[in-house]
């Protein structure tokens, strides 16, 4: 079983619409969790991180943890075109030092 | 203030052949991690350098190996390459005292094996 599992997509949203990216995690211990947005050929770069069940928002993010579910989500509102690339989600690894990274969701913003 | 920089960018080898990929970390950070993304995956975690000591390593072969320098900068070697290890190669450093899990990711070398 896959330490971290998102479904592929790809998901297309037109633009103006929320766009909905789900992610799955194995380790039941796991504390901090981090969604990346990578563009086509670039490297990852962090867009949001959520230690506590809820939500979090930041602008036109929001992350949400079900931690009992061992189930994260992202939000984006408003979906702009520039927000189309892959969403990659992390769970930091129980030592720390490890981020365990699902394979991402492609996310195309339909202008 | 530079980010993370690494070296080279693309670089293709052959089968059997050594590699070594270079990595600056950003500015004021101590902690440099490696990473292989191999086409239509996710990063896989290889190693993590601290004090110029491998702190964790994930489940990769020893034919990887790497050095952490006093000035913070990291090498990964791969020694016997193998077609499977064609991928982008990320490195990604952090403050260990910060300790927010935050990643700051290089650009990547683009490995190719044939």
């Known amino acids: 079983q896959k330490e971290v599992e998102q479904n592929s997509g790809p998901l297309s949203v037109p633009e103006g619409a929320i766009a909905s990216l789900n992610c799955t995690y194995s380790?039941?211990?796991?504390?901090?969790f981090f969604w990346y947005r990578q563009y086509s050929g670039k490297s990852p770069e962090l867009i949001m991180f959520i230690y506590s069940n809820g939500d979090k928002e930041d602008g036109r993010f929001t992350a949400q943890l079900n931690k009992a579910s061992q189930y994260v989500s992202l939000l984006i509102r408003d979906s702009q075109p520039s927000d189309s690339a892959t969403y990659l989600c992390a769970v930091r690894g129980w030592a720390g030092n490890q981020f365990y990274f699902g394979t991402g969701t492609s996310l195309t913003v339909i202008p | 203030d530079a980010g993370v920089t690494q070296s080279p960018t693309h670089l293709i080898k052959t089968r059997g052949q050594q590699v070594t990929l270079r990595c600056s970390p950003k500015?004021?950070?101590?902690?440099v991690s490696w990473y292989q993304q191999a086409l239509g995956q996710g990063p896989q975690f290889i190693f993590q350098?601290?004090?110029?000591?491998?702190?964790q390593r994930g489940n990769f072969p020893d034919r990887f190996s790497g050095h952490q320098f006093p000035n913070y900068s990291s090498e990964l070697n791969v020694n016997a390459l193998l077609l499977g290890d064609s991928a982008l190669y990320l490195c990604?450093?952090?403050?260990?005292?910060?300790?927010?899990?935050?990643?700051?990711f290089g650009e990547g070398s683009r490995l190719t094996v044939l």
């Open positions: 990604a450093s952090s403050w260990d005292r910060l300790n927010t899990g935050e990643l700051f």
């Open positions: 350098y601290y004090e110029e000591e491998e702190r």
């Open positions: 500015s004021g950070h101590d902690t």
């Open positions: 380790d039941r211990g796991s504390q901090s």
